[in-house]
């Protein structure tokens, strides 16, 4: 079993900034992907970005370009450097990890294999 422990999040007015952290108990197959999944009131979980072993990346549209995941093999640690924030990136932010970034390029929950707990992030306009 992994476990995910993410830190950061809490609370910034909009164009401000904040980082998350995520770290990994261990590396497997199933961490070969790091990243983020998110989820505002009375919407569905939607995947924000992921950062592969070997650098591979992916970014929903509408965080390109604020967004930057970075990531600390020898820690298992990735990192979610959230710039230019908006009112609407306001959620609970999920760690989460898998074999490959198809789980966050179809929001696909089903092709994750494990979760954080989540941290909070709010966004005030």
């Known amino acids: 079993q992994v476990q995910l422990v993410e830190s950061g999040g809490g609370s910034v007015q909009a164009g401000g900034s904040l980082r998350l952290s995520c770290a990994a108990s261990r590396y497997t197959t199933n961490t070969n992907c790091i990243g983020w999944f998110r989820q505002a009131p009375g919407k569905e979980r939607e995947g924000v970005g992921t950062?592969?072993?070997?650098?591979?990346?992916y970014y929903v549209d509408s965080v390109k370009g604020r967004f930057t995941l970075s990531r600390d093999n020898a820690k298992n640690t990735v990192y979610l450097e959230m710039n230019s924030l908006k009112f609407e990136d306001t959620a609970m932010y999920y760690c989460a990890a898998a074999s490959s970034t198809t789980g966050w390029v179809r929001s696909d929950l089903d092709r994750i294999t494990y979760w954080g707990q989540g941290t909070q992030v709010a966004v005030s306009s």
């Open positions: 950062i592969c072993f070997g650098g591979l990346t």
